[in-house]
């Protein structure tokens, strides 16, 4: 069974960072692209990030480019982003989710939720 | 950016009715379309891949067409447990992008 644990997210001060990260079973993650898709509170679902299987390509959504840094571990079944500079609009919960073969999305983790606020 | 625009936000129907759910991309996506389902405090759960194509263990009420920049997702004969929010998601372009959904209610 695919199973995606996003670790616990927290709360966070404007400008300040915080690293969540996604442990995948079930499935052979070295031969996935992954990414990460994060919801407002109340809102719809955004696109954040992709990274490749190796880790050698990645992908960002133009508001957090420069700000947010995806990586993986495949030795540790991880997945991880690194949000720096954060802002109150990056108040989400974030979700860890698969690629399938085709690109597509298949399979989500339950969601960490990232608050930023004084 | 591709955006897609859904329509209509909101649809409240009863079982005996036929639930029509549009999304519309700003220029051709193909069929790079995919639709997916998320009730309160779930994550998303994958429908329909690319426009038509069904998944396993997708009860067969739900059906998706389309092609280029107009795509549907209908249910028939909905059921109680169908009230949902519903979103489209483009993948043909590297950035990703979601409709803004819309929301089912059951009567």
């Known amino acids: 069974e695919v199973q995606l644990v996003e670790s616990e997210g927290g709360l966070v001060q404007p400008g300040g960072s915080l690293r969540v990260s996604c442990v995948a079973s079930?499935?052979?993650?070295?031969?996935?692209?992954m990414t990460w898709i994060r919801q407002a509170p109340g809102k719809g679902l955004e696109w954040v990030a992709n990274?490749?299987?190796?880790?050698?390509?990645?992908y960002y959504e133009d508001s957090v480019k420069g700000r947010f840094t995806i990586s993986r571990d495949n030795a540790k079944n991880s997945l991880y982003l690194q949000m720096n500079s954060l802002r109150p609009e990056d108040t989400a919960v974030y979700y860890c989710?698969?690629?399938?073969?085709?690109?597509?999305?298949?399979?989500w983790g339950q969601g960490t939720l990232v608050t930023v606020s004084s | 950016e591709i955006v897609l625009t859904q329509s209509p936000d909101f649809q409240s129907v009863t079982p005996k009715e036929k639930v029509t759910i549009t999304c519309r991309a700003s220029q051709s996506i193909g069929s790079s379309l995919h639709w997916y389902q998320q009730k309160p405090d779930q994550s998303p759960k994958l429908l329909i891949k690319?426009?038509?194509q069904s998944i396993s263990g997708v009860p067969s009420r739900f059906s998706g067409s389309g092609s280029g920049t107009d795509f549907t997702l209908t249910i028939n004969s909905p059921e109680a447990e169908d009230a949902a929010t519903y979103y489209c998601?483009?993948?043909?372009?590297?950035?990703?992008?979601f409709g803004q959904g819309t929301k089912v209610e059951i009567k």
């Open positions: 989710a698969r690629l399938a073969y085709g690109d597509y999305v298949d399979y």
């Open positions: 990274i490749k299987q190796d880790g050698s390509e990645t």
């Open positions: 079930g499935f052979i993650f070295r031969t996935y692209w």
């Open positions: 998601h483009q993948t043909s372009s590297l950035r990703r992008t």
């Open positions: 690319f426009a038509s």
